[in-house]
């Protein structure tokens, strides 16, 4: 048994039969540049026959050049009705141009009545006529037995038989699907090892209706599969396709086998993001191998455990799939969470710091409903004042905020009163909102003194509403994300007073930028 296993991705054709994932014509060329990028070994481009978008797909895929991916078509064998050379869907597959073709067919007897209405041997022979045509152009072709699991637990014969006729026709590959994603590993391993003792060039494709998409599709290849077909970050139909992002770690780190190369796998969080980003969905944070948490630590003991080795409670190294190991600050955590993140931050002179005290510090402000995790320019700020480092290089007299509704308009003004070395400026601005307009103010008024701060934006604004404690208003954590055009870091402000909550953040953002960011800009 050869220890390659070839990636077949489904993501732009399975893929965008989820609910919220949709993709221009654009988009899906630039995923599947990423994709052969990447050195998936088929990218499944659409159904030509089914919409012009994919058609579309199909003729510029055939003006590029691709390192590693095979272009595959997809539709469904001839219409009972039609013959071969005379039906609309198999003409399409052959004008997208593509080197492989993969032919959808029926393989379990209920669907074969029920849904195409025609007998069991009529099936056979529109499946063994669909291949062979197609053969005959040169094309290679992959067959998938839709229902294959569910067609050999009803009729195993009729489905076998369903694969001798695709493989006598010539189908290079016999592709067994879970369709419906019902089916427990163990059926797949029993089932699949069936097809693979009879058959040369078996692949599975599941869907992940059990949360066993990525179970059943290495039980598969633990049986013999060669092929394997998913989706980046498991999107498709209803709850998704079995995910590539999982698969491809799990065959390369655990089962020894080779997909895209430990190399390539390191490019697999830039992927699995590049391709979120371009479908305008999030990653959650706790997706395997390539979710932000995926390699958090956060409690105590596990930290100093893996301040000593990394293995500790670690199942691979977050580098192998382009991921990070990241170090939490929270309430749950002792001084080593503390230790990690601020050697992390590398500029700190620790002999300078009283831990215990910056630590109860912490704890203080956690328990006010501050949290550092995500911000952790604030947090680095907290310790700068805590050994001493920089003074505080403007000092904020005062500011206030108007918000005027006039003829439904609003209108957000603030003035802004700062000092440095007893230097005062007093300025106004208007603003999208208040906050907007308070962020303009203060830039405006510090402009005079650091020219540098004209290039710190705001990228994004959080609010979160904490749960009130007894006898106290509900309090609001503001998260803001600035960006110098370099670099971005996420600064936090906490308050009853949304204004204020965000004054704050934004006051953390901007002496950021003034202490730990002022050499770029000189540089
Ligand atoms: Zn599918």
Not at 79 to 86: I, L
Not at 87 to 111: C, E, M, Q, R, Y
Not at 204 to 223: C, F, K, R, Y
């Amino acid at each position: 048994m050869s220890d390659k296993v070839l990636i077949y991705d489904c993501t732009l054709r399975d893929g965008t039969q989820g609910e919220h994932v949709s993709l221009s014509v654009h988009d899906k060329i630039r995923i599947a540049e990423k994709l052969d990028e990447f050195g998936v070994h088929y990218i499944e481009g659409g159904w030509p026959g089914s919409n012009p978008k994919d058609a579309e797909f199909f003729d510029l895929a055939r003006t590029m050049t691709w390192r590693t991916a095979k272009i595959a078509a997809f539709g469904s064998t001839r219409h009972w009705k039609n013959p071969v050379d005379q039906d609309a869907n198999i003409k399409a597959l052959l004008d997208a141009g593509t080197p492989t073709v993969t032919l959808v067919g029926k393989s379990w007897d209920f669907h074969v009545h029920e849904a195409l209405g025609i007998e069991l041997v009529q099936n056979l022979q529109i499946i063994r006529e669909s291949v062979a045509y197609l053969k005959s152009f040169g094309k290679e072709v992959v067959f998938d037995a839709e229902h294959f699991f569910d067609g050999y637990s009803a009729n195993a014969d009729y489905a076998l038989s369903v694969l001798g006729a695709a493989a006598q026709a010539g189908a290079d590959w016999l592709v067994l699907c879970d369709t419906n994603g019902g089916r427990l590993p163990s059926e797949i391993s029993r089932i699949s090892s069936v097809a693979v003792r009879r058959f040369a060039n078996v692949g599975i494709h599941t869907h992940n209706d059990s949360e066993l998409g990525v179970a059943n599709s290495l039980a598969a290849v633990e049986v013999g599969a060669g092929m394997v077909q998913g989706t980046i970050n498991g999107y498709g139909e209803r709850v998704g396709n079995a995910n590539l992002t999982s698969i491809i770690p799990n065959l390369e780190l655990k089962m020894n086998r080779t997909a895209v190369g430990r190399e390539k796998l390191r490019g697999l969080g830039s992927l699995a993001h590049f391709v979120a980003e371009t479908a305008n969905l999030a990653i959650a944070n706790t997706q395997p191998y390539v979710g932000k948490s995926a390699f958090a630590h956060k409690g105590g003991i596990h930290v100093s455990a893996i301040l000593r080795n990394t293995r500790t409670y670690e199942h691979v190294e977050p580098e192998s799939v382009g991921n990070n190991r990241r170090v939490l600050v929270s309430d749950l955590s002792g001084k080593s969470n503390i230790l990690y993140k601020i050697r992390e931050f590398g500029d700190i002179d620790l002999d300078r710091l009283d831990l215990d005290a910056f630590l109860r510090e912490v704890k203080r402000l956690e328990y006010e409903g501050y949290q550092f995790e995500g911000a952790e320019a604030s947090l680095k700020l907290l310790v700068n004042h805590h050994i001493g480092g920089t003074h505080q290089p403007f000092t904020v007299k005062g500011f206030r905020v108007v918000v005027d509704q006039a003829d439904g308009a609003y209108l957000s003004e603030a003035t802004v009163k700062v000092a440095v070395d007893g230097d005062q400026e007093h300025t106004a601005s208007d603003g999208i909102g208040p906050v907007d307009a308070l962020d303009l103010a203060v830039k405006k008024a510090l402009r005079r003194f650091f020219p540098e701060l004209e290039s710190v934006h705001l990228t994004d604004y959080k609010v979160r509403v904490l749960d009130a404690k007894q006898g106290t208003a509900a309090k609001v954590r503001v998260l803001i994300e600035s960006t110098d055009g370099i670099e971005s870091w996420t600064t936090v402000g906490v308050s009853t007073n949304v204004i204020e909550a965000s004054w704050r953040a934004i006051i953390d953002a901007l002496l950021y930028k003034l202490v730990f960011r002022k050499a770029t800009v000189e540089a």
